[in-house]
């Protein structure tokens, strides 16, 4: 389809957001196939439909990634961006919300708001995006639209009010009651006809328009004397509120729908343009000028100002940049300004997007949403506007990901592709950091397990690199709680000269002051030239390890005595010599093996607090506190870092996907002697099995 130019009242942008399986995929699909933006009807189960288009997406029967496409609606354009409900894909929710004005919160109508929902209007709350509820699937066994109403109003507060009501639940679902106007719809040889209200329905209707009245009528003070009074509140007046209400974020209306039916889906778009904001309304947007000063720029205002939201890595056409025009008019074959990285970036064809189909564009002006293919350095989260405004929005924020595993490439042949290809896929996954550990390992860490088996996936179908992941190597420590003195002696005669080096050190604890080495030798017995040689072998086998192969900390080795030869004496006997004190004074000086200790915030709701208490006291987890934030319990505590490689999937599993936590390193600690054995002895075989 080629879209018409709207002017900014007559566009819309919604993004649609919730748990997984609401069916927001299959109701995008509808809605675009109806309008004739995509030539056929996918199905999500069949792996066919347009917005989910990754290989990795028509396997798993979900979405992975955001997604968009633009119709038409009468005289409105209108485009939806089409987020996964699955938690560990936040990223895409969040970069969604940035791109539209408006959410739409999809939910199945089986009666429960789960995490995903949950999370949804979390992250449109904190972008103040106004935004309705649809209550899908209304059509489904055991669906209960009434019920789903009262959770919603129960999560989330009597704010949520009904805009239509059901006809009936599962296979008796036909239509819904539209409560300003007080008419009904239902299904009849695949067209919405008007019908009576059910009499059944009458107390429901006066319910549930009581409730809508209630919260649509504080966005005018007028209204809302009127309702207080008790007086009759005319549908015109209803609408108007609803109008200036939703826009202003003072109520979310909730709409009921199939969208596998085609049930409530032309009401659901004129609820869209109709009580949704335009980008002027959504406007004016806040931006940084060159002095760094908050300017507003109004939408339809001439100054360029375009939100980079997300970043596609592709094998064929390079990077794709997803962005959004807030202000001005963005052209084909024209030159921008990337603020964020102060370079100059030449724009190419422009395209409209319908998911996994593109319309080319010979411009997009404010509120519009599209793409761009092979630009240079923007990347998700830039702003793109004109060197001489300068103008620069703020930052994305994505939240750190918490799940660590180590990588390494499944052959040779996949060794040199893997740097390059991690760094491609970093483009396009915001909650994704690759980085190497003190253990010599590379660590990606994401979201969950789902993030990082796509992630691996991608990588061997983008970019032909396969890798395999495992558990990271804990960067223990090793130390010692003693002192002793101990000898170390090296002599090696060879056909010229031989090798001598000969010393005693006097090993002692010295607690959080690193490796220190000393002498206080008297009399000559070691010649001082040799001093940088036997400081050399003590931290070079301090870094190497003596107990189970990590570095020994924290401990001060004395040089007091020792001998050489004349001839045969050089800085490399007494390296090794030193070498040798030293491992084998270790082992006399009480050594102990130390793991890292995490200080770690954990967020849970009240209800899972006990049994998320349990779980860390079977990590060997200490609780330091607890406290409240934003309507969520607040653990501190301390807890051994070898128990929270897997911690964020388990924690997610443990709350539903509502517990979240962050963790930094705060201290080491003895691991306990029963562990630390079975630490060394792996040690020790390891090295056993490398000296075959």
């Known amino acids: 389809m080629t879209l018409k130019s709207h002017d900014l009242a007559h566009i819309r942008?919604?993004?649609?957001a919730g748990h997984a399986g609401g069916g927001k995929t299959t109701l995008a699909e509808q809605v675009l196939f109806r309008a004739g933006a995509i030539p056929r009807l996918g199905r999500v189960d069949d792996g066919t439909a347009h917005l989910d288009y990754e290989p990795e997406e028509q396997k798993q029967h979900r979405s992975l990634a955001l997604a968009v496409g633009t119709f038409e609606h009468g005289e409105h354009e209108v485009t939806v961006v089409d987020t996964p409900g699955y938690p560990d894909f936040v990223a895409e929710v969040i970069e969604g919300f940035h791109a539209a004005d408006a959410g739409l919160y999809v939910m199945d109508a089986s009666g429960h708001v789960e995490a995903g929902l949950e999370n949804a209007v979390k992250v449109g709350r904190s972008t103040r995006t106004a935004a309705c509820f649809v209550i899908n699937k209304c059509d489904r066994e055991n669906a209960d639209p009434s019920g789903a109403l009262d959770a919603l109003r129960a999560a989330f507060g009597t704010k949520v009010a009904p805009l239509h009501i059901a006809i009936g639940a599962a296979e008796s679902f036909t239509g819904y009651v539209d409560l300003v106007h007080r008419k009904a719809y239902q299904l009849?040889?695949?067209?919405?006809?008007?019908?009576?209200?059910?009499?059944?329905l009458a107390d429901e209707v006066a319910l549930r328009r009581d409730q809508l009245l209630e919260a649509a009528a504080e966005a005018d003070d007028a209204v809302f004397e009127k309702y207080l009074g008790e007086e009759e509140i005319s549908d015109a007046e209803l609408d108007a509120c609803l109008h200036k209400g939703v826009r202003e974020s003072i109520l979310a209306p909730v709409l009921v729908a199939s969208a596998t039916k085609g049930i409530g889906l032309n009401a659901l778009l004129d609820a869209i343009v109709r009580y949704l904001p335009s980008p002027e309304e959504e406007g004016p947007f806040e931006a940084q000028d060159k002095a760094g000063k908050t300017v507003a720029v109004p939408a339809a205002g001439s100054t360029l100002l375009v939100r980079v939201f997300k970043t596609a890595a592709d094998p064929f056409v390079g990077r794709l940049t997803y962005l959004r025009v807030l202000a001005g008019t963005l052209r084909s074959q024209s030159s921008v300004f990337n603020s964020t990285k102060g370079e100059d970036e030449r724009i190419g064809q422009l395209l409209y997007l319908h998911g996994k189909e593109q319309e080319p564009a010979a411009e997009l002006r404010a509120g519009e949403i599209g793409a761009i293919a092979k630009l240079g350095v923007t990347e998700t989260g830039d702003t793109l506007t004109t060197r001489d405004a300068g103008l620069r929005l703020d930052d994305m924020a994505f939240p750190d990901p918490t799940l660590q595993v180590a990588i390494e490439p499944l052959s040779k042949g996949d060794l040199d592709k893997m740097g390059p290809a991690l760094q491609r896929m970093l483009e396009e996954e915001p909650t994704a950091r690759v980085e190497r550990s003190e253990t010599g390992e590379q660590i990606l860490r994401a979201i969950g397990?789902?993030?990082?088996?796509?992630i691996c996936e991608r990588l061997k179908r983008?970019?032909?690199?396969?890798?395999v992941t495992r558990t990271p190597t804990v960067p223990y420590r090793e130390t010692i709680r003693g002192t002793t003195k101990a000898h170390g002696r090296y002599k090696k005669q060879t056909g010229g000269h031989g090798m001598f080096g000969d010393v005693w050190i006097e090993l002692a604890p010295n607690p959080a002051a690193g490796v220190e080495f000393a002498e206080k030798v008297v009399g000559g017995t070691v010649p001082k030239g040799f001093f940088p040689g036997i400081e050399k072998g003590i931290r070079e086998t301090a870094a190497e390890g003596v107990l189970a192969g990590f570095p020994l900390i924290d401990f001060r080795a004395t040089l007091y005595d020792g001998s050489f030869h004349p001839v045969d004496s050089n800085e490399l006997s007494f390296k090794i010599a030193a070498s040798m004190a030293l491992k084998d004074g270790v082992m006399q000086a009480k050594p102990v093996l130390l793991e890292p200790i995490m200080a770690v915030d954990i967020r849970v709701p009240e209800?899972?607090?006990?049994?998320?208490?349990?779980?860390l006291n079977g990590r060997r987890g200490r609780v330091l506190g607890m406290d409240t934030a934003d309507g969520m319990q607040v653990i501190s505590a301390h807890v051994p870092q070898a128990e929270l490689f897997s911690y964020a999937t388990e924690l997610r599993s443990l709350t539903g996907g509502r517990g979240t936590f962050s963790a930094v390193l705060d201290h080491y600690e003895d691991v306990p002697s029963n562990l630390a054995e079975k630490i060394i002895e792996s040690h020790k075989k390891e090295?056993?099995?490398?000296g075959h």
């Open 188 to 200: 009849d040889g695949g067209k919405e006809v008007e019908i009576p209200v059910p009499a059944e």
């Open 462 to 467: 983008k970019f032909g690199a396969a890798i």
């Open 607 to 615: 209800q899972y607090l006990g049994e998320v208490n349990r779980d």
């Open 687 to 690: 090295h056993k099995d490398e």
């Open 13 to 16: 942008s919604v993004v649609l």
């Open 449 to 454: 397990e789902a993030h990082v088996a796509v």
